[in-house]
């Protein structure tokens, strides 16, 4: 029995890994964290047909620290043996205007850095570490391709935070024109640099917890979501289940530390 939890799950991308997550029978419990559960409407229907797999949590502000105590309190009532798969889905990126983020070299851009930062960087590393804290990442039975094995070895549990391609430095100078309309479609430089600052919260997690936890991030492609643009080629659910199948390859406290794309291939830092 592997239980798995996903925040920022009533839209978008946390809402796919939702319905990818119960295509996978391994899966026998699944937390969904949002902000606002009143306004999450199919998330909550999906979770009343779901025969008690699905259980919603609340996540006011994942930068907050007494908000993740409290959706701490509140998955270990919904999942008092713990969780086994952590994917730290919640992100933000401000777009005050369609398809023009803020100046990251103004007063305002850098407000908006920040806030962005605290959601995108920080906020995984606190919710993240108020799980381990609480006690609430465990190991989980040891599996096959085929589901559960009978098998009483303990997988190490899993963290896994949503990145992005802009998230690597090394792709962001190979691809930097120096001004076309290319780089514009591309980067978006405030959410590049919050998630620049998760691939350091993910490396350093990783080496420190090396010997506990599985910690990796994964790049889920370009998605047709709000945060996604014109023309992204993937959808909700083909990038979510592609993601899963990724994460269902880590198996190993050395596969720790990894950076990949959505097709499981590594990115540089």
């Given at each position: 029995?592997v239980?798995?939890?996903v925040?920022?799950s009533s839209?978008?991308?946390g ?7 119960l295509?996978?029978p391994q899966y ?5 964290a949002?902000?606002?559960i ?9 979770r ?7 259980g919603?949590v609340?996540l006011?502000?994942v ?7 409290r ?9 008092p043996?713990g969780?086994?798969v ?7 990126a401000n777009?005050?205007k369609p ?6 070299t103004?007063v305002?851009g850098a ?9 995108n960087?920080?906020?995984?590393l606190?919710?993240s570490?108020t799980?381990?804290?609480?006690g609430l990442?465990v190991g989980?039975p040891?599996?096959s391709?085929a589901?559960?094995?009978t098998?009483s070895t ?5 963290i896994?935070?949503?990145s ?6 090394t ?6 024109t120096?001004g ?13 640099c ?5 691939s350091?919260?993910?490396?350093h ?5 090396r010997?506990?936890?599985?910690v990796?991030?994964?790049?889920p492609?370009?998605?047709k979501t709000t ?5 992204a080629?993937?959808?909700v ?11 269902s390859?880590?198996?190993?406290l ?5 950076y990949?794309?959505?097709?499981g291939q590594?990115?540089?830092?």
């Amino acid at each position: 029995m592997v239980t798995a939890l996903v925040t920022g799950s009533s839209r978008g991308l946390g809402l796919g890994f939702i319905r990818q997550l119960l295509l996978r029978p391994q899966y026998k419990r699944i937390i969904a964290a949002a902000r606002i559960i009143d306004e999450a409407g199919e998330l909550c229907r999906l979770r009343d047909e779901s025969e008690g797999r699905i259980g919603v949590v609340r996540l006011s502000e994942v930068s907050d620290v007494e908000s993740c105590q409290r959706c701490a309190e509140e998955v270990k009532a919904a999942a008092p043996e713990g969780i086994n798969v952590l994917i730290n889905n919640a992100g933000f990126a401000n777009q005050p205007k369609p398809m023009t983020p803020l100046d990251l070299t103004t007063v305002e851009g850098a407000v908006d850095f920040h806030r962005t930062w605290s959601v995108n960087a920080y906020g995984p590393l606190l919710f993240s570490t108020t799980l381990l804290d609480n006690g609430l990442l465990v190991g989980s039975p040891a599996a096959s391709d085929a589901g559960p094995s009978t098998n009483s070895t303990s997988q190490p549990p899993i963290i896994c935070n949503i990145s992005s391609g802009q998230a690597s430095l090394t792709l962001a100078n190979e691809l930097w024109t120096g001004g076309s309309a290319r780089d514009e479609l591309y980067f978006h430089p405030i959410y590049a640099c919050s998630k620049v600052a998760l691939s350091g919260v993910t490396m350093h997690m990783a080496r420190i917890l090396r010997d506990r936890v599985i910690v990796g991030q994964i790049h889920p492609g370009w998605i047709k979501t709000t945060m996604g643009r014109t023309y992204a080629n993937l959808t909700v659910d083909e990038s979510s289940g592609k993601v899963l199948d990724v994460i269902s390859t880590w198996k190993s406290l050395k596969q720790s530390g990894q950076y990949l794309n959505e097709e499981g291939q590594r990115l540089p830092w």
